[in-house]
């Protein structure tokens, strides 16, 4: 994969359920260390992307390319693309209420073992380092002890943020980041997508268009499963198509 500008490939894809276009020969894809923005009105196709880039949904024809290898034709298991490097964050958040931040993100460390090992588990000076080090990347340096369902909505997204990056992804896919978030904490998600987007590649689904035009990255507009236009927010704003699509104008 080293040495390749395109980390993810979706190439003339195209679902159908119940005879019902729900994607239509999208293409689309991403850097090795590259945010984008994938917008789009209700039903454009954004959860079926993410459910095709994950393995959740396999494509009827076309194809989604990881670094060398064809996701779709190979029927790759969503478990074995998710060891693969590609993370997903769904909207509400999935952290053990119970556990502190500390144990959350030593568990995701863990993740692909399934409950029986974590159990008599002892992790190692490295690994408890690693929890560290993500627990200051994702802004919860100071709150590792304490239990995660004390945390804020916006802390408990990015603990979720965190028990991803334990896992190593290459990529990162997050449902709508900055929902239900308040002001300071939307812009600490900013900021956090921003600084993972240096070496991860990071797609955001996103409706929220003020939002969007904080992350200062190129957009991807989705409409009827097909990739209407692609850009900078100034320019997939002043496209009329998105305009009369999007805006509803
Ligand atoms: P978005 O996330 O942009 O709102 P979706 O990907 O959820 O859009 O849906 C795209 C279209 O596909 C919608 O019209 C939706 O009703 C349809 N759809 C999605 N999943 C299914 C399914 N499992 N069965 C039938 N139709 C579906």
């Not at 500008?5 to 260390?33: C, K, M, Q, W, Y």
């Not at 076309?62 to 997903?88: F, K, P, Q, T, Y």
């Not at 399934?114 to 802004?139: H, Q, Y």
Request: net charge negative; glycine share 10%; hydrophobic share 40%.
């Amino acid at each position: 994969m080293s040495g390749s500008t395109r980390l993810l490939e979706v190439s003339g894809v195209s679902v159908t359920f119940d005879g019902f276009r729900a994607i239509n020969n999208l293409s689309f894809a991403i850097g090795p260390a590259e945010m984008r923005a994938v917008i789009g009105p209700n039903g454009a196709g954004k959860t079926t992307f993410m459910d095709i880039v994950t393995g959740k949904t396999r494509p009827d024809t076309g194809r989604v390319i990881w670094g060398d290898e064809n996701i779709s034709l190979i029927g790759m298991s969503e478990a074995r693309i998710a060891r693969a490097g590609i993370g997903r964050k769904f909207q509400r958040p999935t952290v053990f209420e119970e556990q502190s931040v500390r144990d959350n993100l030593t568990m995701a460390l863990k993740a692909d073992r399934g409950p029986f090992n974590v159990l008599f588990w002892k992790p190692s000076a490295e690994e408890r380092a690693k929890v560290e080090d993500i627990a200051a990347t994702i802004g919860l340096a100071g709150q590792l002890d304490r239990t995660s369902g004390e945390l804020s909505h916006g802390q408990k997204q990015w603990l979720e943020i965190g028990m991803l990056l334990a896992q190593d992804p290459q990529l990162l896919l997050v449902d709508e980041p900055a929902a239900g978030m308040t002001p300071a904490e939307r812009e600490h998600t900013t900021d956090l997508l921003k600084s993972l987007a240096k070496h991860h590649a990071v797609v955001v689904v996103e409706h929220d268009m003020e939002f969007v035009r904080r992350l200062d990255c190129k957009v991807t507009v989705l409409h009827e499963g097909s990739v209407l236009a692609e850009g900078s927010i100034d320019h997939v704003t002043k496209n009329q198509e998105v305009i009369d699509v999007y805006l509803g104008r």
